[in-house]
Structure formats: structure tokens, C-alpha cells
T-cell receptor, first 113, second 111 residues
Framework: GESVGLHLPTLSVQEGDNSIINCAYS??????FIWYKQESGKGPQFIID?????DKRQGQRVTVLLNKTVKHLSLQIAATQPGDSAVYFC????????????FGSGTKLNVKP | EAQVTQNPRYLITVTGKKLTVTCSQN?????MSWYRQDPGLGLRQIYY???????DKGDVPEGYKVSRKEKRNFPLILESPSPNQTSLYFC??????????FGDGTRLSIL
């Protein structure tokens, strides 16, 4: 089956710096990708998404980049704040089944004041 | 407020005692799913539902049942819970082509 993984399980950054969280996916048929943020004791919260016909999408302080050639997804957070400390997941959805989401195991982001 | 509500949030029970975790959403979403989250494994889909009376297995359906009699509710049923079902469970809902909204989770401990 599909697999979604992350390169770095833990990332520590200084407050104010930019953060980059990476994700590798294995299914070239994946059509839709999502980044979620999960704070302790809460469910995953949608951050930003991107479809396979795009290679970049920007939100407020966040940017997602998609490189389909190497099947790589990244989340960039600008001017990281203490409130950004959480676990971040990427998820992929196959064009063959929009009902099945495959999640990576997550990267923990620690923001040092 | 748009939300997905799970109950209970925490439950400790014993092997073999049937339990149900309820999930309700107030966003009129068509699609609902159940996931379990275990350390190092990420979220794994148990079951999903595309609409009322339409459900299908996810990646780890063994030992679980679901029903979708109403659009807003999607309960997860463990007929005979076992210790390997100790986990953190999340319910989620969405509309077609949209990202999922998650509940805040139910932590189950089965002794």
C-alpha cells in the first residue's frame, strides 16, 4: 500500500527563524496532499493543502512545496512562533480512492524562545 | 461552532466488554472516518463512510464495526475489545474534495 514518511522526527528551531518540515511519499498516483498540525491533547488541525497540478501554495506564514519528480512535500513556516510547537503530519490521497487518506508518522517541532 | 464531537474522551475497560465510541458532526459533511493513532505509526484508517448507510473498510478494520444511520453520527463499535486495541482514536468528517475536520480524540485503554 501507499506509504507516507517524514525525514526528521524532531525539529528544534529558534523563535523567529523559519522552519522546514519534509515529507516523502511513495505513490505517484497521489493527487492531493495535506499538512496537519497536532497539539498535545487535540486532534489534527488542517494547515494547508495542495493538489498535484500545483508545485507551490502559500497561506498565512506557511508555504507548501510539492516536487512530484522526487515525490517530496515540504512545509515552510515563516517567523516560527512558540505557538507553532506541535507535531506536523503530511497526508496523501490517491486519485484512485479519494476516501482513503494516508498519513506520515509526524515531525515534532520545538520552538525555543 | 463547526465541530466534530467524540465521546467519551477517555475510557478504561476490560477485555471482552462491548463498547461504543460516538462521533457527531454539525457541518452536514458527507464523509466520515475513524482512525487510530499509535506511537511511530501515524494515523491509520479503520473505517470510513461516504454517506448514510454507505461504509467501507480502511486499512485496519479488524475488531471494529461502524454504522451510519444518520448523516451526522458515525459510531465506532468494539464488540469484544482486546488489549491490542488500546490506542488513541480520532473521528473525522469532510465534504468531497475538502480536507478533514478531526475530533479531539478518545483514549481507550483495554486491560
Amino acid at each position: 500500500g501507499e506509504s507516507v514518511g517524514l525525514h526528521l522526527p524532531t525539529l528544534s528551531v529558534q523563535e523567529g527563524d523559519n522552519s522546514i518540515i519534509n515529507c516523502a511519499y511513495s505513490n505517484s498516483a497521489s493527487d492531493y496532499f495535506i499538512w496537519y498540525k497536532q497539539e498535545s491533547g487535540k486532534g489534527p488541525q488542517f494547515i494547508i493543502d495542495i493538489r498535484s497540478n500545483m508545485d507551490k501554495r502559500q497561506g498565512q506564514r506557511v508555504t507548501v512545496l510539492l516536487n512530484k519528480t522526487v515525490k517530496h512535500l515540504s512545509l515552510q513556516i515563516a517567523a516560527t512562533q512558540p505557538g507553532d510547537s506541535a507535531v506536523y503530519f503530511c497526508a496523501e490521497i490517491s486519485v484512485y480512492n479519494f476516501n482513503k487518506f494516508y498519513f506520515g508518522s509526524g515531525t515534532k517541532l520545538n520552538v525555543k524562545p | 461552532e463547526a465541530q466534530v464531537t467524540q465521546n467519551p474522551r477517555y475510557l478504561i475497560t476490560v477485555t471482552g466488554k462491548k463498547l461504543t465510541v460516538t462521533c457527531s458532526q454539525n457541518m452536514n459533511h458527507e464523509y466520515m472516518s475513524w482512525y487510530r493513532q499509535d506511537p511511530g505509526l501515524g494515523l491509520r484508517q479503520i473505517y470510513y463512510s461516504m454517506n448514510v448507510e454507505v461504509t467501507d473498510k480502511g486499512d485496519v478494520p479488524e475488531g471494529y464495526k461502524v454504522s451510519r444511520k444518520e448523516k451526522r453520527n458515525f459510531p465506532l463499535i468494539l464488540e469484544s475489545p482486546s488489549p491490542n486495541q488500546t490506542s488513541l482514536y480520532f473521528c473525522a468528517s469532510r465534504n468531497r474534495g475538502q480536507p478533514q475536520h478531526f475530533g479531539d480524540g478518545t483514549r481507550l485503554s483495554i486491560l
